[in-house]
């Protein structure tokens, strides 16, 4: 089996996304490399971090999979839907919004406007998930109980504590970010890999299917 590289939650942190991808030993014509979602929100450049993912996948268009997490859901929310909401800005949509250079007080007419359409059709596009092999990649986790064909979508962006106490096998092993941890969160049934990067910790990418780490 060929590697697969995945790298946990970003959060505009570009600096050290840039820095762990000239880490990796990526094969192009062989591996491939799967972001677990939430390039938004909180960090100091968003909207580089989503140029760099569009960036990524038109040089590598069938090796980068980029999955879809509760951040960018909540920024689509927000550039469609009226006034800031309490929510978006305490998950740290500011960050967002400052990137794009939109001021909260903006009409929601002139949001999309001042995102790239290239960045929005690239969001609005991001899978929910990514199967492969032994491994099922999403961004928040899985319900206990339910196989991976009947999964809802809410619960694979959002989902925390019940997913991650759960010993049940769904059949592959889950490989998530969402839920911060100082390492990563290593269990027979699953590996957690968002390791707080934007939070001062460190930024993880998790080399499958040996379960190998290279850290920034």
Not at 90 to 117: A, D, M, Q, W
Request: charged letters at 25%; proline letters at 6%; hydrophobic letters at 40%.
């Amino acid at each position: 089996m060929n590697r697969i590289f995945v790298v946990g939650d970003i959060h505009g942190c570009i600096d050290k996304i840039q820095r762990l991808l000239s880490k990796m030993p990526i094969r192009w014509d062989k591996d491939m490399l799967v972001f677990l979602g939430d390039y938004v929100d909180r960090g100091p450049d968003p909207a580089g971090v989503v140029q760099l993912m569009i960036e990524l996948k038109s040089e590598h268009p069938d090796r980068v999979i980029c999955l879809k997490g509760n951040h960018e859901v909540m920024f689509l929310d927000y550039l469609k839907e009226g006034p800031l909401s309490k929510a978006f800005v305490n998950f740290g949509g500011i960050s967002t919004l400052e990137s794009y250079g939109i001021s909260p007080k903006c009409e929601t007419k002139e949001r999309k406007h001042l995102v790239p359409f290239s960045h929005l059709q690239f969001i609005q596009s991001l899978p929910i998930s990514f199967e492969i092999s032994d491994f099922f990649l999403v961004h928040a986790g899985v319900k206990p109980g339910i196989s991976l064909d009947n999964q809802k979508e809410e619960d694979m962006l959002w989902i925390r504590h019940e997913f991650i106490r759960s010993d049940y096998n769904w059949g592959k092993r889950i490989i998530f970010g969402h839920t911060p941890f100082d390492s990563p969160f290593i269990m027979p049934n699953k590996i957690g890999i968002d390791t707080g990067a934007v939070y001062g910790g460190r930024l993880t990418c998790l080399i499958l299917p040996d379960v190998d780490f290279i850290f920034v």
